[in-house]
């Protein structure tokens, strides 16, 4: 059975200072990685896929990297409109699981 | 290009009452998936349908939820009887490849 945890459940940043949100994950047969943002009362917005150890993708002030047991979420020099929960799913054979995000708060 | 429509956004209903959701995906994608998302959890996979056929429904509490895609474009999920733990926001997704998109749910309250 695919699993994924996330952590830190919650997370509590001023802005411009940096973190590291992380997916830890167990498949079978990895179809992906996926970020994906939600903002409240919204549906997830879809952010990076990785398909192997070593990758990396960036957008904005957001780069996701991804070894064989986990994926990292960097987030540098946050915004309060970086505010938001973030979802880590893995695509196995079948569909995809996720985790129960992390809610990120960046305060101006 | 559009996104992901849902109907409607938001249902109160009480318990052993029957409700209906609709979901219009993007134009193209042959891949439909029904998520249920509790408050403070990921989105849990209910169903995909690739076209008509239904690919994955292990998940899906047959005993009081259907659905079905007709032609292959819009869907409907529906629960009867619902309970009190089906309260939950209910997300349609498509795709074409690996990446889905999600619309923006249904919050469904059960009382």
């Known amino acids: 059975e695919d699993q994924v945890t996330q952590s830190p459940e919650a997370l509590r940043l001023q802005e411009g200072e940096s973190s590291s949100l992380n997916c830890s994950y167990t498949?079978?047969?990895?179809?992906?990685l996926f970020w994906y943002r939600q903002d409240p009362g919204k549906g997830p917005e879809f952010l990076f896929t990785?398909?192997?150890a070593g990758e990396e993708k960036e957008k904005e002030r957001l780069k996701a990297t991804l070894t064989k047991k986990e994926s990292f979420l960097h987030i540098t020099a946050p915004k309060p409109e970086d505010s938001a929960t973030y979802l880590c799913?893995?695509?196995?054979?079948?569909?995809?699981?996720f985790g129960k995000g992390t809610m990120l708060l960046v305060s101006p | 290009e559009a996104g992901v429509a849902q109907s409607p956004r938001y249902k109160i209903i009480e318990k052993r009452q029957s409700v209906a959701f609709w979901c219009n995906p993007i134009?193209?994608?042959?891949?439909l998936y029904w998520y249920q998302q509790i408050l403070g959890q990921g989105p849990k996979l209910l169903i995909q349908?690739?076209?008509?056929?239904?690919?994955?429904d292990s998940q899906l509490p047959k005993d009081r939820f259907s659905a079905e895609r007709l032609k292959g474009v819009d869907s409907t999920l529906k629960i009867q009887p619902a309970k009190l733990e089906d309260s939950a926001v209910y997300l349609c997704?498509?795709?074409?490849?690996?990446?889905?998109?999600f619309g923006p749910g249904t919050r469904l309250t059960v009382t």
């Open positions: 997704a498509s795709s074409t490849g690996n990446e889905q998109y």
């Open positions: 498949v079978s047969g990895l179809r992906g």
């Open positions: 990785l398909y192997s």
């Open positions: 799913a893995v695509g196995g054979y079948s569909t995809l699981t």
């Open positions: 134009s193209g994608h042959a891949t």
């Open positions: 349908f690739q076209n008509n056929g239904v690919v994955d």
